[in-house]
């Protein structure tokens, strides 16, 4: 988790000044879809419903758990499958990187949002946009369902949920 020193506006700690930085460093990723695990992280839920101020999940009336409209829990086989392409990606970039080919092509998301935007290395990395040799690579906006749903059928469609 990445902790952050956000800065706040008055308007942001009229609901007290806890709350207002428990909002701003709220994690944003995914957790495993585990009741004791869940109930564990967040000690505030454990005795009734609601939303958690740290994590992305809330616990409904009925003791589930959901991940809201983020769909940020995940199954173990989802975890796995998220894993493996993650591990499949790492190793084709080497693979590239020892083959020769380093050309900078950084993804762009809604043609605004790029991956060299909050990096400490731009000035390393020297790209140019207006340089024919330095392009993005514009990645479709899906969302963490049609992320999971694509990697299922790129894995044979194998169903353990």
């Known amino acids: 988790m990445h902790i952050q ?3 706040l506006k008055p308007k942001d700690i009229q609901g007290g000044f806890e709350a207002a930085l ?10 495993l879809d585990d009741p004791q695990l869940l109930e564990h992280l967040d000690s505030e839920l454990q005795q009734g419903n609601g939303t958690s101020k740290v994590y992305p999940f809330a616990r409904k009336k009925d003791g589930a758990y959901s991940g809201g409209r983020a769909a940020s829990l995940v199954t173990n086989d989802q975890l796995e499958r998220l894993l493996q392409h993650n591990s499949q990606l790492i190793i ?3 693979e590239a990187i020892f083959a020769g080919e380093i050309q900078l092509n950084p993804i762009r998301l ?3 949002t790029t991956a060299l935007q909050y990096s400490p ?3 390393i990395m ?3 946009a207006m340089l024919a040799e330095n392009a993005y690579r514009d990645l479709p906006p899906l969302s963490a369902k049609q992320v999971l749903d694509l990697l299922k059928t790129q894995k044979g469609g194998e ?3």
């Open 159 to 161: 169903n353990h949920e």
């Open 126 to 128: 020297q790209f140019d």
């Open 110 to 112: 809604n043609d605004k």
């Open 92 to 94: 084709a970039a080497a």
């Open 5 to 7: 020193n956000p800065t």
């Open 22 to 31: 428990l909002k701003k460093n709220k994690y944003k990723g995914i957790l």
């Open 121 to 123: 290395y731009l000035s």
